[in-house]
């Protein structure tokens, strides 16, 4: 169906709908002379007549019944799915999905998820986790979030955790035999438990700060995994020394399960952002989490892929 065949169509439910010109052309905002052309011309395109009409009333022939009964169903529903739509755009409703790391979903959504879905009850969430680095575009994402220096140029982000700091543990299990490092140098007579990316093989680097001054050191990878949460436990029953977020270590080192070291050597980077691809007309649903989560600075176009 084309544009003119839509109008004519439109144009000819609506006077059947008000049983005479003038009122279906008020009701449709175009002059009763265009309104007759529209419906004079469907019926010329279809080869038969479809109104009676006389100087005081407007009739339907009995293909114009048929015609009628069959289109006017449909007008209504495209009206009421273009309203459907509308109402995403101006109420925050419908899913939302979002492409993150485990760690990330840890310290930055899960504590605010009972206040988001107190403020907002229509919107449901698709948390998929992913700690790969992920075309959220093409996987069909409203969003994904990553650390900072990893996303993707010419995505808007915003920051939703401030910076992060790593932290090397053990426990004190691992300890009881072998004296702690001093500096990272000493790692080496170590069993270290390493992040390995599972999309290229790399690991994580052992990354540190000497006043400025960053460097990283080989480490004796005894344990290498693809999942913090694993890494964490494994460090907690002994099994080596691990480097992870500060955050997701915090409640192990509370209640004494791990010890830290090299503390003042352990480095901060940037934090995790939200990201998604530049829109002009954003779902209300997206634009409420967003705005929930944020932090700080409003959304940046970051056009060299880099956040900090």
């Known amino acids: 169906m084309d544009g003119m065949e839509f109008t004519q169509l439109k144009a000819f439910v609506t006077v059947c709908d008000e049983r005479a010109f003038g009122r279906a052309a008020k009701r449709l905002a175009v002059s009763p002379s265009a309104l007759s052309r529209a419906v004079r011309s469907l019926e010329s395109r279809l080869g038969i007549r479809l109104l009676n009409r006389t100087t005081r009333s ?21 009206d009421e799915a273009v309203l459907a739509v509308e109402a995403y755009q101006g109420t925050p409703m419908g899913v939302v999905r979002i492409n993150l790391p485990s760690i990330a979903a840890r310290i930055a959504v899960l504590p605010k998820l009972q206040q988001f879905r107190l403020a907002y009850p229509a919107v449901r969430l698709d948390l998929v986790i992913d700690n790969d680095i992920t075309d959220v575009v093409a996987q069909g994402f409203d969003a994904g979030v990553r650390i900072g220096g990893q996303i993707s140029r010419d995505m808007v982000a915003v920051r939703i955790t401030p910076d992060l700091r790593m932290a090397v543990v053990g426990a004190p299990a691992y300890f009881a035999d072998r004296p702690p490092p001093q500096v990272p140098a000493e790692l080496k007579d170590h069993f270290c438990l390493t992040y390995k990316w599972k999309s290229t093989g790399a690991l994580s680097q052992w990354r540190f700060d000497n006043g400025g001054s960053v460097f990283d050191v080989e480490v004796n990878n005894v344990l290498t995994l693809n999942d913090t949460d694993l890494l964490l436990l494994a460090a907690c029953r002994g099994l080596g020394l691990a480097c992870l977020v500060e955050d997701l270590v915090e409640s192990a080192l509370e209640n004494k399960q791990l010890i ?14 939200l990201y998604y691809s530049e829109r002009t007309h954003m779902p209300a649903s997206l634009r409420a989490f967003i705005d929930f989560l944020k932090i700080g600075e409003p959304g940046l176009l970051m056009p060299k892929g880099l956040i900090d």
């Open 58 to 78: 407007v009739g339907l022939t009995e293909a114009g019944a048929v015609l009628y009964e069959r289109i006017k169903p449909m007008l209504a529903g495209m």
């Open 260 to 273: 830290r070291v090299l503390e003042p050597w352990c480095q901060f980077f940037p934090g995790f952002y």
